[in-house]
């Protein structure tokens, strides 16, 4: 019998075979009347966005934000977004990397997000859409209890989810 | 019992399972499996190559690498697959090929149920056509995706360089050679 090769020559030949795959694609994609950019230009850009809020809304709320803003302090990673919706509405989908503090039941689920809100530079509450003033109440009592940088993001789950933008599902 | 009477019911059962690994080791087998992979792989690479904007949109869509590799990746994936499923058909490098195959039914095994059992997002699969339009499948994707990953292994594991083009080619040299 044929004695094996060792472990170590297939993987060289393997690393030649993806080398080769590499250069071949790359160069048959730069011939190709087909083909596409090296760096494709991938992800969202909102290009119009509009700030409605509720009548209950007062000057001295705590910011309202429009979608592109919650979608800045989405991607600077340093805000937390809160969902205040109930919590089956959260498990079923949410922003991802939402926490969840459904407002109806604050006392319950307000000691378990407190220590994610420790040293949070922004907070931004949302919950369903304009319609839906839990994250005004949700905000306003942040706001009292001290904390800094709190915002509203009235369009909530329905404009984030219309945008395509990342969600997760589950608790 | 007689000791020496091995029939029985866990005899016949003994007798299946030692039959049936037989079968799994035979370089036969490893030769049939090896014909499955490489025309799957050859025949889910071309419309791929074929699309490549079609084909990033999916990869984009698994969410999984960085956006800035989506593109690189969609144009040499399918190349790799294009050669790894040649060079199997032909029994090239078949250790490298089968390990390369193995290692990327793996990795798309990992990603489809990711997405699929994770995420709850049943997406566009991108494993043989390059259209957006074409049905998705989840579960029934990943039964797919482990059959192939065995087939990757047992050709890995025991090919024996068996019915290979090299072998062929130096078999008939070796004839000149002497003659």
């Not at chain 2, 489809?112 to 049905?135: E, M």
């Amino acid at each position: 019998m044929r004695q094996r090769q060792s472990f170590s020559s297939v993987l060289l030949k393997a690393a030649g075979i993806v080398c080769a795959g590499f250069v071949i694609g790359i160069l048959n994609n730069s011939f190709s009347p087909r083909g596409i950019e090296l760096v494709g230009n991938w992800g969202n850009k909102v290009i119009s966005d509009s700030l409605v809020v509720p009548n209950s809304y007062e000057p001295e709320d705590p910011e309202a934000v429009t979608l592109s803003q919650a979608l800045k302090s989405f991607e600077s990673e340093k805000a937390v977004f809160l969902d205040c919706r109930v919590k089956e509405d959260f498990d079923s989908g949410h922003i991802k990397g939402a926490l969840s503090l459904p407002w109806e039941e604050f006392e319950v689920y307000f000691p378990e997000v407190k220590s994610s809100l420790g040293d949070a530079k922004e907070i931004v509450a949302y919950c369903d859409g304009t319609e839906c003033e839990l994250s005004l109440l949700l905000a306003r009592e942040l706001a009292q209890l001290g904390y800094q940088g709190v915002k509203v993001f009235f369009g909530g789950w329905l404009e984030w989810t219309r945008a395509g933008l990342p969600v997760e599902k589950g608790s | 019992m007689d000791p020496g009477r091995p029939a029985g019911r866990k005899g016949v059962v003994e007798k299946q399972m030692k039959l049936l690994k037989e079968i799994f080791r035979d370089k036969h087998t490893a030769l049939v499996f090896r014909m499955v992979l490489g025309l799957t792989f050859l025949y889910a690479s071309l419309d791929k190559i074929a699309y490549p904007q079609n084909f990033s949109q999916i990869v984009y869509n698994y969410k999984i690498l960085p956006s800035f590799v989506v593109n690189i990746f969609a144009i040499t994936l399918p190349w790799v697959e294009l050669i790894c499923g040649l060079f199997l058909i032909g029994g090239i490098f078949l250790e490298s090929s089968s390990l390369l195959i193995l290692i990327l039914l793996a990795v798309f095994t990992i990603a489809t149920s990711f997405n699929v059992f994770i995420r709850g997002i049943d997406i566009q699969c991108g494993c043989f056509t390059a259209s957006l339009a074409a049905k998705k499948q989840g579960a029934e994707l990943l039964f797919r995706d482990v059959i192939l990953l065995l087939m990757s292994v047992q050709v890995f594991l025991f090919n024996q360089n068996f019915a290979t083009l090299p072998g062929f080619y130096q078999r008939i040299l070796y004839r000149w050679l002497l003659k």
